[in-house]
């Protein structure tokens, strides 16, 4: 069944639409010119009919004269008896002086057949053609007695104009269907110029080197060429619309793949030192395996970089789980009750923050209202651990850290120095960090991967995080689907 599918439109794929369309508007000429010239050719003999059969009615009169110039050559003139027996008189006037042909048996039989009703009908007389007659009755002429006249008058002429007729129409419309063919070639070649010009927009966009590297796809239709007015304009403005989104993918591509190169290259650098620092103090064990306190020393820094690095994994780990889209628990959790755990663990681990709690209007810290998102309550619990973590780094001492609940999100703000200026697009970026300057505790920074995580985890639940930050006022907020 494909087979033959494919049979059957194989010859079509070969048609270009140029010829497609001149052979359509060819083929509606010639029908056009075919319909008009039969027509033209029906009417045109039944008018010449109607004229003959008038004459016919008016010819029993002329030819009953005894003026034979009343009478045409070929005029049909016979006498046909009522009585069988009796012989048929008559002939055909052969010209104008009077002189008739006789009929043949085969004639004569022909005409016993045309009917007496004083109408007109057609006969064809063998050896003269074929006529139009008329036969009455009751008239009597000489010692004949009672005789039907006959009277008519050949075809020959309305048949041969009709023929020269024919002849000139179909030359005209052989002529006319070539001309179509020819002016339709020229303008449709004309018209389909745009739909080329875009073909060759895309055929330029599809020859460029797309697998790798930086794209810049500078390739576009025309301007007058994507009027959405016109069918070729609304191809260009869709290919024009297509080619700038296949450029943004390709640009998201390559900014991807940039990414996945300097994710890689970053968490190398992170993974590095402490492995380096393992190696080390290991060596340092191995040179003094007598010296106790060396290798209690070299023991204790190999399991803090062994906790340091194990850490760096897990949120390695934790953040490829969630890029692949991982699910995470669906389940209604009290924010309100999460934040004030996070900010009560704060105050213990950093005493030297101020740290505030404020909640909704309608509620108080001696019984606070629920606020309830649904997500998953140990992901967002690290939210919050990582983002009170963070203002409590990278502040100095003495800064207050005002944590505030809201139907459907929170938020962090604190009164430090805020974020470097370069720093703010780029905040929730891995392994972004700012200067040294703003780290209260050098050997305490992090390796930039806890408010990716923040990002992360408020994304897979369909929530976002904004940053507003400058000296004296920064904000993180974070909403949450409730």
Not at 1 to 7: G, I
Request: charged letters at 20%; hydrophobic letters at 40%.
């Amino acid at each position: 069944m494909s087979t033959l599918h494919a049979a059957e439109e194989s010859p079509r794929r070969w048609v270009s639409l140029t010829s497609r369309l001149v052979i359509t508007a060819v083929a509606l000429v010639a029908v056009v010119c075919v319909l008009t010239v039969t027509l033209t050719t029906l009417a045109m003999r039944s008018s010449l009919m109607d004229r003959l059969d008038e004459d016919v009615k008016h010819l029993p009169a002329r030819v009953s004269a005894p003026d034979t110039h009343n009478r045409g050559p070929g005029t049909l003139l016979a006498l046909v008896p009522l009585d069988a027996r009796s012989q048929v008189e008559g002939g055909v006037l052969t010209d104008v002086s009077g002189q008739y042909r006789g009929l043949s048996d085969t004639a004569t039989a022909a005409l016993l057949g045309v009917p007496r009703d004083g109408r007109i009908h057609s006969v064809r007389l063998p050896g003269f053609g074929s006529y139009r007659v008329i036969a009455r009755s009751g008239q009597v002429i000489g010692e004949t007695g009672s005789v039907v006249m006959v009277t008519g008058l050949p075809t020959s002429v309305v048949d041969s104009t009709i023929h020269n007729l024919i002849g000139w129409e179909a030359l005209l419309t052989l002529l006319g269907v070539s001309i179509a063919a020819g002016v339709g070639v020229v303008v449709v070649r004309r018209q389909l110029r745009p739909l080329r010009e875009v073909a060759g927009t895309a055929h330029a966009v599809a020859a460029l080197p797309l697998a790798s590297g930086a794209i810049h796809v500078t390739a576009r239709v025309p301007d007058h060429l994507t009027d959405e007015a016109t069918e070729v304009g609304q191809v260009g403005a869709a290919l024009n619309t297509l080619i700038q989104h296949v450029e943004a993918s390709l640009r998201a591509r390559h900014r991807s793949e940039q990414q996945v190169r300097q994710f890689v290259a970053d968490a190398s650098h992170e993974l590095r030192t402490p492995l380096t620092t393992i190696r080390g103090y290991t060596e340092l064990a191995q040179r003094r395996p007598g010296d106790e306190q060396a290798t209690k020393t070299a023991l204790a820094k190999v399991e803090e970089e062994s906790v340091r690095m194990s850490a760096l994994v897990e949120d390695l780990l934790l953040l490829a789980r969630l890029d692949s889209g991982r699910a995470l628990e669906r389940q209604p959790v009290d924010l309100t009750q999460l934040l004030l755990e996070a900010v009560s663990d704060a105050r213990v681990i950093s005493p030297q923050h101020h740290w505030r709690v404020v909640l909704p209007a309608e509620s108080d810290l001696e019984d606070p209202a629920p606020v309830l998102v649904v997500g998953d309550r140990l992901r967002l619990h690290q939210v919050i651990t990582n983002l009170l973590t963070n203002a409590r780094k990278y502040t100095p001492t003495g800064t207050t850290i005002t944590v505030a609940v809201r139907p459907g999100g929170f938020s962090v703000h604190d009164d430090g120095p805020g974020f470097p200026p370069d720093l703010v697009d780029h905040a929730f970026e891995r392994f972004s960090r700012g200067d040294q300057s703003r780290h209260r505790e050098h050997r305490d920074g992090g390796a930039g991967l806890g408010l990716s995580l923040v990002q992360a985890i408020v994304t897979s639940h369909g929530g976002s995080v904004a940053l507003d930050s400058r000296p004296g006022s920064t904000t993180i907020s974070v909403v949450l689907l409730a």
